[in-house]
């Protein structure tokens, strides 16, 4: 079965260095819809011992009130990323970010330890998802390889940090750069229909830029973006807030499919538009939104 | 005995004061008395200078002696250099048992503290204390009491004769030689002052010190030459750096501005803001941020603002700037931007008296519609308490807040649900400083709470899809992060009292303790 | 678990905590620094305390040096400086004396 959580709203994914505990301790308060805790590049190699630890307790006990809880573990070709996963697993994360994906292989290796740690620590098999991250010219060319991997991945995100580097140029702030690995990297996960996240954006002084980007990649069909600051999470969650008149037709949308559906009928129109089945995900999405963004008054 | 906020006041720190327990706000409301008068030595012979050379010279002038109370204001800030000048000479000549009253102590004054032990000084007034001060005082050092006044109530004590100032101090950044002085010029410009005048009006015996001597008349002045008995010249009456700094950068930290957004959101919601209302913010992050949020929202509405008080900062002296308000009144200047819009013609000076004094007829803060506070501690019966530190030690500032708060039509306190891992709202704080029956609304992170008394303004913001919590549930909210709170640990000698605005004991402090664990 | 090296973890931060861990002689010692030592004074120790006896360690000297860490972050540096002191670094048991 699929696990349900595999389809949620994931605006804005905030990076937390799990080793520090005033960064872990109440994160919530800002409303982002998905915590990152990083084992990886926030911390400092001779800490990534202790970083777990803190990890490890936060999610026990701190209560993260509704933001699902993801874990970036250290890349494959170290030797931490295997105990990252008993922990994160043991901890109750919800979701296993793999950072460095560069192919399937990569997200199979990755399920398998997953799977194994569900198993000792006593959680129910498939509760725990996983991300992957893609920071490589080769993991972009793998897009799709990577999307069909497994059952368990529920998305890809573009990190251009390190992805620019790999293409020998670096982040210029016009997004050129990135274009084609976005594109790409949508495209595939659209096709693989998986969830598509956008990289971080650093300059935190230019909001102007910043609300750009979020425009651009909302407008490309991005599922959001990650935050490396929480000053940045309204301005996504605002960019992502659908529009009245589009909610009032994704309303009507889902109530005609429903009550079409019961009648077998399996086109119509709703305000002089054809619709059918095709548009029911889509219309549920855009009142999901709504609801998340606050601006639902209605009763679906 | 048993105050009004369920305080227990000691018997005998109540002989030993001649004070009555806290009663509530209003409880002295129509009380008839005689204001005190000082002695007044006259300057017919226009011969006569006021000039003296030195501090030493005008300590002996003013004969001062053992049990004298001299005193000070704190315009100056961590900058003032007078209250240190003085009482090093006071100290070097050998004498004991000075009262100090000062509008407020800080750590520019730590060279007290040896004065404390060695019994120079045996009893302090003062708006607060922090730092050394604090600590040497919660160990019980002071022979005397501390006792903590809010602006308002230190001009009621010096006002009603209990306070009798012998010689007070007079930091001018700006003087003339027969004693005008302002606040205004200089180098050591610090806008106004207020906490100064109840003294000059009051004392038997006072002393202007200056390091920019001007010809006279200096005009307008804010304390006239008819109250000044002598005139100092020194090289240096403050650190220019430490008096006003520059206007702090707004905040970036989201948090404070989320407190910022819930704390607008209720001020604009309340039947209160319209135009021709009133205002009153302090100088943190939060309340800095509302201010600056408030104003946009004015503009957008057309809604003017009659006055603005304060303690100013920038944001304040930006909403005159852009003709936002009609007038702001002015007791206390924070940054260099609020010493300069002193020139405004609709910036005015007021004295503390004016400001807040209980026992006149009648202050700004009773026009109040909104003041913003800070607190380190709120509890479930809306006390908050701006003195004591998690340590048990005095480390603040009682200020205008249980002034500003019992005048204000509606007093917010903004402050983090939790501070380190201190639960900002409690169960019982550790000592009132403001009674909760002035307290109406807590702004936290967490949520807004309004106190039950205030049903109007529970109706007024119902349906304006603000967080509303009760004042408990942010408290078991803060609880469930950082457990439950055990209380301070204190000795049993009473080393400091909360005098409410009215004189009255609102709490006391006790002697700190060294920790030590359950079993 | 045996304390033989001397160990320390966590840091001097805001809301952290900075254990050092060393051996005993022959039981507990502990040494709390804490600005919350009056509210949560008792409730550090208990805490340290129990993550002690998690470990099965029983003879070691402590000193924690508390910057307003919630009990959580007081366990994990604990356990932290433990495992560094003996060098363990994977097969830790999650779930088991971790908890």
């Avoid at chain 1, 911390?43 to 999610?59: I, M, P, T």
């Avoid at chain 1, 994360?93 to 799977?115: H, L, Q, W």
Wanted: proline share 3%; with cysteine; glycine share 8%.
């Amino acid at each position: 079965m699929m696990n349900p959580d595999k389809k949620r709203l994931r605006r804005t994914m905030m990076f937390l260095n799990a080793q520090k505990p005033s960064l872990i301790k109440d994160p919530y308060i800002y409303k982002p819809d998905s915590l990152m805790f990083d084992l990886e590049d926030a911390v400092a190699e001779n800490q990534k011992d202790a970083a777990r630890f803190s990890l490890y307790h936060a999610l026990r006990t701190i209560d993260y009130r509704g933001c699902e809880k993801v874990v970036r573990i250290n890349g494959l070709d170290t030797d931490l990323w295997k105990e990252d996963i008993r922990c994160a697993v043991a901890a109750g994360c919800d979701v296993i970010r793999i950072s460095k994906t560069e192919t399937g292989a990569d997200v199979k290796a990755v399920e398998a330890r997953v799977e194994a740690a569900e198993k000792e620590f006593g959680r129910p098999e498939g509760s725990v998802l996983i991300m992957a991250a893609i920071e490589s010219c080769k993991g972009v060319l793998n897009a799709q390889e990577i999307c069909g991997a497994s059952e368990r991945l529920f998305g890809i995100a573009l990190s251009g940090g390190d992805y620019t580097k790999d293409l020998q140029t670096s982040i210029s702030g016009t997004g050129v750069e990135l274009m084609g690995a976005r594109q790409i990297l949508i495209i595939a996960a659209r096709a693989a229909g998986v969830q598509c996240f956008d990289t971080v954006y650093t300059d935190l002084d230019n909001e102007e830029g910043f609300r750009r980007e979020v425009e651009m990649i909302h407008t490309m069909g991005f599922d959001g973006k990650s935050i490396v600051n929480p000053r940045q999470i309204h301005i996504v969650h605002e960019i992502y807030t659908p529009a009245q008149k589009d909610i009032f037709f994704a309303e009507k949308v889902v109530r005609e499919i429903d009550s079409k559906k019961a009648q077998g009928i399996g086109v119509f129109t709703v305000d002089g538009k054809m619709i059918d089945i095709a548009f029911y995900d889509g219309a549920k999405r855009t009142i999901e939104l709504a609801k998340a963004s606050g601006v639902y008054k209605g009763d679906l | 005995m048993i105050n009004a906020v369920g305080r227990d006041i000691p018997e005998e720190i109540l002989r030993l004061t001649g004070k009555e327990v806290f009663q509530g706000n209003n409880h002295f409301d129509g009380y008839e008395y005689r204001r005190q008068a000082p002695k007044v030595k006259c300057v017919i012979d226009p011969e006569k200078s006021k000039l003296r050379s030195s501090i030493r010279e005008v300590l002996e002038a003013c004969g001062i002696k053992d049990g004298m109370t001299l005193s000070f204001h704190h315009h100056f800030r961590e900058g003032d250099k007078i209250v240190n000048m003085v009482m090093k000479e006071v100290h070097d000549m050998g004498l004991k048992d000075i009262r100090l009253c000062a509008s407020s102590l800080g750590k520019a004054h730590e060279a007290l503290v040896p004065m404390i032990e060695d019994g120079t000084i045996t009893e302090i007034r003062s708006s607060g204390v922090r730092g050394e001060i604090g600590k040497v005082i919660s160990e019980g050092k002071l022979k005397g009491l501390a006792y903590m006044q809010s602006h308002g109530g230190r001009v009621r004590s010096i006002v009603s004769g209990e306070v009798k100032i012998d010689i007070a101090f007079i930091g001018a950044p700006t003087a003339d030689d027969y004693g005008n002085c302002s606040g205004i010029g200089g180098t050591s410009d610090c806008g106004v002052l207020s906490y100064a005048a109840a003294d000059a009006d009051y004392a038997d015996n006072v002393v202007v010190i200056t390091d920019h001597l001007v010809p006279f008349p200096n005009m307008p002045a804010q304390i006239s030459m008819t109250k000044v008995d002598y005139v100092v010249q020194v090289d240096q009456i403050g650190d220019p750096a430490k008096i006003a700094t520059g206007a702090a950068k707004p905040t970036s930290d989201v948090r404070k501005l989320m407190m910022a957004d819930n704390c607008t959101s209720f001020v604009i919601n309340t039947p209160y803001f319209k135009d021709g209302f009133s205002y009153q913010t302090g100088v943190g992050g939060a309340s800095i941020a509302s201010a600056v949020a408030l104003s946009k929202i004015m503009k957008e509405r057309g809604i003017r603002m009659r006055f603005g008080v304060g303690g100013l900062t920038k944001p304040m002296c930006d909403i005159l700037n852009n003709d936002q308000v009609d007038c702001l009144l002015d007791t206390q200047d924070f940054d260099l931007d609020a010493v300069e819009n002193v020139k405004h013609p609709r910036h005015f000076y007021i004295s503390a008296d004016e400001y807040a004094n209980p026992f006149n007829k009648g202050a700004v803060v009773n026009r109040l519609d909104f003041v913003i506070l800070a607190s380190l501690e709120v509890d479930v019966h809306f006390n908050c308490n701006v003195v004591v530190g998690s340590d048990g030690v005095l480390t603040g500032a009682q200020g205008g807040h249980p002034d500003t708060a019992a005048g204000a039509k509606c007093s917010i306190v903004i402050t983090p649900l939790v501070q380190g891992r201190i639960p900002a709202v409690c169960t019982d704080v550790t000592t009132v400083t403001t009674p909760g029956e002035s307290v109406d609304v807590v702004v936290t992170d967490y949520g807004i709470a309004i106190n039950p008394r205030r049903q109007d303004l529970m109706e007024a913001v119902k349906d304006a899809g603000l967080p509303l919590r009760t004042i408990e549930e942010l408290r078991d909210i803060a609880y469930s992060i950082t457990g439950e709170p055990k209380k301070v640990q204190f000795g049993d000698r009473v080393v400091g009292i909360i005098e409410s605005r009215d004189g009255t004991i609102m709490d006391v402090v006790r002697e700190v303790k060294e920790f030590s664990f359950a079993e | 678990m045996d304390i033989i090296k001397p160990a320390v973890a966590g840091t001097m931060e805001s809301s952290d905590c900075q254990v050092t861990i060393e051996p005993g002689n022959g039981g507990i010692e502990l040494d709390i620094q804490s600005p919350v030592i009056h509210q949560f004074g008792d409730q550090i120790r208990k805490t340290i305390l129990e993550t002690l006896k998690d470990l099965d360690i029983e003879n070691a000297r402590l000193t924690v040096v508390d910057k307003g860490a919630l009990d959580c972050t007081v366990r994990a540096r604990v356990e932290a400086a433990a495992y560094r002191s003996v060098g363990q670094k994977d097969a830790l048991p999650w779930g088991g004396a971790i908890r």
